[in-house]
């Protein structure tokens, strides 16, 4: 499986970003993709989750109602839309393809994107 994230950039206090992730190698109708988060000098954190095939999400406390994660199965293609988004949000963001149900830790990932730079400006 290979996951290929993108969208990144500069962005100010209180506005949006929309984060890609874009599989290929494989099936991911019966898998959770992850969103995780790393901060300089901080370890990574899980941001969010959702099943491929059902839209079942979960998101960790820090961003529910901020952060949305829809997909577009047609472009094998996951997407996490940020809102509102703080100067504590300013991380690399990588996504992740796990097993059939949700998984919140980075041990339990097996692949991973490359990772993309978001930074928000206060």
């Known amino acids: 499986v290979q996951l290929q994230a993108s969208g990144g950039g500069l962005v100010q206090a209180g506005g949006s970003l929309r984060l890609s992730c874009a599989a290929s190698g494989g099936t991911f109708s019966e ?5 995780f988060r790393q901060a300089p000098g901080k370890e990574r954190e899980f941001v969010g989750c959702a099943s491929w095939s059902g839209g079942v999400t979960y998101y960790a406390d820090s961003v ?7 997909r577009d199965s047609a472009k094998n293609t996951m997407y996490l839309q940020m809102n509102n ?22 041990y339990e990932y097996e692949s991973w994107g490359q990772g993309t730079q978001v930074t928000v400006s206060s």
Do not use: H
């Open 85 to 106: 988004l703080k100067p504590e949000d300013t991380a690399v963001y990588y996504c992740a393809a796990g097993a059939g149900w949700p998984q919140f830790r980075v």
């Open 64 to 70: 529910k109602g901020r952060f949305t994660i829809s």
């Open 31 to 35: 898998n959770y993709m992850g969103w």
